[in-house]
């Protein structure tokens, strides 16, 4: 499975960004997908899941500010970020797991993991 993140960029304080994360190669209907965010040096912190295209989960930071989706007949996933923020900003990390119960808020639940795309946030 190779996934591939894009749609970062450098913006201002209450802009808005849409990652894109897409499967070259195969299918996401069978998947799990998630966003996570890192800073340097520190923890890859989970953003969003979707694990099908009806069930949407967020961390709390986020509620009410950025939309994760999924696009089965295209192989994508996506993330509007609205309203963004410079606590925002980090690289965002597509991530994918085959259907399961482990838990979809831990990074070490997932095999499939995106190169990450930059999203930089100036106040």
């Known amino acids: 499975v190779q996934l591939q993140a894009s749609g970062g960029g450098s913006v201002q304080a209450g802009a808005s960004l849409r990652l894109s994360c897409a499967r070259t190669?195969?299918?996401?209907?069978?998947?799990?997908m998630a966003w996570f965010r890192q800073l340097p040096g520190k923890e890859r912190e989970w953003v969003a899941a979707?694990?099908?295209?009806?069930?949407?989960y967020y961390t709390d930071s986020v509620k009410g500010r950025f939309i994760i989706s999924r696009d089965d007949a295209k192989n994508t996933m996506y993330l509007q970020m609205n309203s963004l923020k410079p606590e925002d900003t980090a690289v965002y990390y597509c991530?994918?797991?085959?259907?399961?119960?482990?838990?979809?808020?831990?990074?070490?639940?997932?095999?499939?993991w995106g190169q990450g795309t930059q999203v930089t946030v100036s106040s």
């Open positions: 991530a994918a797991k085959p259907r399961g119960t482990t838990p979809i808020r831990q990074p070490t639940s997932y095999i499939y």
């Open positions: 979707v694990p099908w295209s009806d069930a949407t």
């Open positions: 190669g195969g299918t996401i209907s069978n998947l799990e």
